[in-house]
């Protein structure tokens, strides 16, 4: 969770009779965030979000439409941030490790892990919930598709030959970042998992040429 969440927790501590709507939603993102859809109960959220059932169910109108708006301000979160992060160096080891290491440091943040809402939300949604899989999925794509869009600057800039298989660095980097989600939630440190990065981005088919 980064600070923006942390800021918005934040302002509804302390004040059990308000009802602020986005402080209830980031409630609820954080719970489902840690215990999946299918983990998480009515009684699990309520108690996060300091309403009554009558309240949720008013506001949000169900718990599949309430998970919805979580995996959404999730996504403005922290899909704006990974995009910052890509955007920010122009070297491209340096802009995937600024990008990983950071996704790092929010999998590992709290006294819980918790790994990536979004890469291991599907795996605790139930398959009889076609449309919540279909918006994991979707934002899973797009995760890869600005992952995609830095590699294919990276051979616009000479760092790797126009041969370069890019959907292929592409998928073995998303799947680095999801087994780093993985490892996150079941408690590998935040040193094993940033060496992990680092050896990920030593085997990037940089051409020598084009280091600085």
């Known amino acids: 969770m980064n600070d923006s969440v942390d800021a918005a927790a934040s302002r509804g501590r302390g004040r ?18 840690l215990k999946g859809f299918d983990g998480c109960a009515i009684s699990d959220l309520t108690t996060a979000m300091n309403i009554n ?9 169900s718990k599949e439409d309430l998970f919805r708006e979580a995996v959404d301000l999730y996504g403005a979160l922290e899909g704006d941030a990974t995009e910052r992060a890509l955007a920010g ?28 809402m979004v890469m291991l939300g599907a795996m605790n949604v139930s398959a009889d919930q076609k449309s919540l899989r279909t918006l994991l999925h979707k934002r899973q794509k797009q995760i890869l598709d600005l992952i995609r869009k830095r590699m294919a600057m990276a051979v616009d800039d000479g760092e790797f030959a126009a041969s370069a298989d890019i959907d292929g660095l592409s998928m073995m980097c998303a799947v680095l970042f999801t087994g780093l989600a993985v490892h996150a939630h079941d408690g590998a440190s935040r040193a094993k998992l940033n060496s992990a990065i680092d050896a990920f981005l030593v085997t990037l088919p940089v051409r020598e040429a084009s280091v600085t």
Not at 16 to 33: G, I, K, S
Not at 95 to 111: C, H, Q, W, Y
């Open 89 to 116: 160096p122009r070297n491209i080891r340096d802009a995937l490790g600024a990008m990983l290491k950071r996704s790092v440091d929010m999998f590992t943040r709290g006294p819980q892990p918790r790994g990536c």
């Open 16 to 33: 059990p009779r308000a009802f602020d709507r986005h402080v209830a939603l980031t409630r609820a993102m954080e719970t489902f965030w």
């Open 53 to 61: 059932s009558p309240s949720l169910y008013a506001a949000f109108g």
